[in-house]
């Protein structure tokens, strides 16, 4: 049988992030059989759409770039027909951005990006603290881990990209860790910064913005 794999770019946003990924799961089982796509179903007792995600996204954030991987059984369609008939059936805060033929693997990808703001009425001092945060030796966090709880340094795997203070937030723009082996929820660091910082702040609009290879690259 003939298989076409391709991958989606897609985007969630607005009342679409509070769809948990169990739910994404869902989701997109009804979105690709109302499409009508000749998508690939599995074998078996119990066949089903073939799709898989790259990276869980927490509740909550919003993001400019999840990966969905799926195969139809159809050369004959262009890959902007694939993404106009998936988003015409797609809820609302949800759209498929691009559809193209699969290029690497998943296992390629090693960072995620992402982009907040922390709200506060004192945003130059809270600045200075990320700095002075970002300079101590060691950032130890409690992370759970399958094993249980362990206590990491996060500290060798923050990549602050951007901090700007823009009047009422200090906008952060950081990579972590991501992937097959490692990943990191940006929350780890907020947390972290809250428990040492003697400036009040909320956190607003986690969004993720790239999912990357080692080099820094966009994956796709």
């Not at 009804?30 to 799709?51: A, Q």
């Not at 602050?160 to 860790?177: A, F, Q, Y």
């Not at 990943?183 to 609009?205: H, M, Q, R």
């Amino acid at each position: 049988m003939f298989l076409l794999r391709l991958r989606a770019v897609f985007g969630k946003s607005g009342r679409a992030r509070y769809i948990s990924h169990l739910d994404l799961n869902r989701c997109m089982l009804r979105i690709f059989r109302r499409s009508k796509l000749p998508v690939w179903y599995t074998e078996g007792f119990n066949p089903h759409p073939y799709y898989s995600f790259a990276l869980a996204l927490s509740l909550g954030f919003e993001s400019d770039c999840e990966i969905m991987d799926f195969n139809i059984t159809d050369d004959n369609m262009s890959m902007e027909e694939i993404r106009d008939r998936l988003n015409a059936v797609m809820p609302e805060g949800m759209k498929i951005i691009s559809v193209a033929p699969q290029n690497r693997k998943i296992t390629a990808i090693t960072k995620a990006e992402y982009r907040f703001s922390l709200v506060s009425e004192n945003t130059h001092s809270l600045k200075s603290e990320i700095v002075r945060f970002m300079e101590q030796p060691e950032i130890l966090i409690e992370k759970r881990t399958k094993k249980g709880v362990k206590t990491v340094d996060l500290k060798p795997d923050i990549e602050i990209v951007k901090c700007v203070d823009s009047g009422n937030s200090v906008d952060i723009t950081l990579r972590l860790p991501a992937g097959t082996q490692t990943n990191y929820n940006p929350v780890l660091f907020i947390d972290a910064l809250k428990n040492t910082s003697e400036i009040s702040f909320e956190t607003a609009g986690i969004r993720r913005s790239g999912i990357l290879c080692e080099n820094n690259e966009k994956f796709s």
